[in-house]
């Protein structure tokens, strides 16, 4: 367990690692009753899960359903992560997701949400007057998730970041699907969107900046995909138009350095770091976005 202590938040991670789950049997059942029974539980504003033991094996599923025939002892929580863990505890595309239709009724305080991980993760009917900030990570984004967000009803919605990742880890769409989610989504106060993490990079940042959100965001997130200077043109071109967007962020890229340099001249904050080399296999070009397996 950590703790972190930031003005007045107080934020603290629960996992188990691999030794307790073989010695001790911790696993999803455990991870609810263990937090209620922390003296210090009732004090935090924000609230981690980790790794549960096996998340490869056996789903979070008890520890959403356990938050939620608990929801006024979790009333108090804010900012809920469930997943947080690195490669080394599991990889993101092995991660065992849950259902998280009943999570929006129980905690009506919560404003912000990430979830790790997308296999077998499902959103159900998304209605939420509080949340403020909706991230996924994942390798691999289905299609049944962003029509769930696609529906969703989240009227104080700040900040969008989805992970789009590629078809071998969960993408069952295409351009289309993500250029539906934007036009038919409702979020009146969103200031930050981000479609990150994609093989289709430039595509999709044509379809981003062809969307409803760019007159009003003041934070774009292209990043962790396969952009190239064909992208990066559309970039140089539009976001002059568009004197609402303060931030750029494109790290990890595929840009040359010329067009990474022109970027960074935009009288904006812009973020080209980690820029990256294409592979080339018989005849073929590899590009990569950063977070799949």
Aim: glycine share 10%; net charge negative.
């Amino acid at each position: 367990m950590s703790e972190k202590r930031r003005r007045n938040v107080k934020a603290k991670t629960y996992a188990y690692s691999y030794e307790q789950y073989e010695e001790q049997g911790k696993g999803p059942k455990d991870v609810v009753g263990d937090i209620l029974g922390d003296e210090e539980f009732d004090g935090l504003n924000e609230l981690s899960i980790g790794c549960w033991g096996n998340p490869w094996e056996e789903s979070c599923q008890e520890v959403i359903d356990g938050i939620v025939a608990n929801a006024d002892k979790f009333s108090h929580i804010e900012k809920l992560f469930l997943g947080d863990m690195d490669f080394e505890e599991c990889e993101v595309s092995w991660i065992m997701q849950g259902d998280y239709s009943r999570l929006w009724a129980a905690l009506p305080g919560l404003k912000e949400l990430t979830i790790k991980g997308s296999t077998d993760l499902a959103l159900g009917e998304i209605c939420h007057e509080g949340l403020e900030s909706l991230t996924i990570i994942c390798g691999g984004l289905p299609k049944s998730v962003m029509k769930s967000i696609e529906n969703a009803k989240l009227p104080n919605l700040k900040k969008l970041l989805l992970y789009i990742g590629i078809e071998d880890y969960g993408f069952d769409g295409n351009e289309d699907t993500v250029k539906e989610l934007l036009e038919k989504s409702d979020f009146p106060g969103l200031e930050y969107l981000g479609i990150v993490d994609s093989e289709m990079q430039d595509e999709l940042t044509g379809i981003v900046l062809g969307s409803k959100y760019m007159g009003q965001i003041s934070v774009l997130d292209l990043s962790l995909g396969t952009l190239t200077d064909k992208g990066g043109a559309l970039l140089l071109e539009k976001i002059p138009t568009w004197p609402n967007i303060k931030k750029l962020d494109v790290h990890y890229h595929y840009l040359s350095d010329e067009m990474a340099g022109k970027l960074e001249s935009l009288p904006i904050e812009v973020d080209v770091s980690e820029g990256n080399k294409e592979d080339a296999y018989d005849g073929e070009i590899y590009r990569y976005a950063m977070l799949t397996e």
